[in-house]
């Protein structure tokens, strides 16, 4: 297996280990370690770490863009929109100046935050 320069599974894998023997058994946290680390592992045996490495360096750039497809001035005008029936999963909006996509959880669709990028690079106040 060909290595990729500044990522090496093997150690990420290895790196899992404390973080998931110190969780309980049956526990979320342990299940998310475990299916994290099951992740990686699919990704080295089948030879896709090139991909990955691809795809981790995107996700990694914070220069990305997000596009905002409807902007409400408030919660009130986005919560009628979204009752409206026409957003779509994983639509991301600005509500009064801040992030959110829409999500698709029990059969209904919800607003959860989701900073925007430039959001993200705001120095606090």
Same mark, same amino acid.
């Given at each position: ?29 342990? =299940? ?6 099951? =992740? ?12 990955? =490495? ?8 914070? =220069? ?62």
């Amino acid at each position: 297996m060909a290595k990729t320069p500044g990522l090496d599974l093997d150690n990420m894998l290895l790196a899992l280990n404390p973080f998931i023997d110190g969780q309980s058994e049956g526990s979320k946290e342990r =299940a998310a370690l475990e299916l994290a680390q099951a =992740a990686l592992l699919y990704i080295r045996d089948r030879g896709q770490e090139a991909d990955f =490495a691809t795809y981790y360096a995107r996700f990694s750039d914070t =220069a990305f863009t997000v596009e905002v497809s409807h902007e409400f001035a408030t919660r009130e005008a986005a919560d009628q929109w979204l009752a409206s029936g026409t957003a779509r999963d994983s639509e991301r909006v600005k509500i009064a100046g801040k992030g959110f996509m829409v999500v698709e959880a029990q059969g209904r669709r919800l607003f959860m935050v989701a900073p925007l990028p430039e959001e993200l690079k705001a120095d606090p106040e």
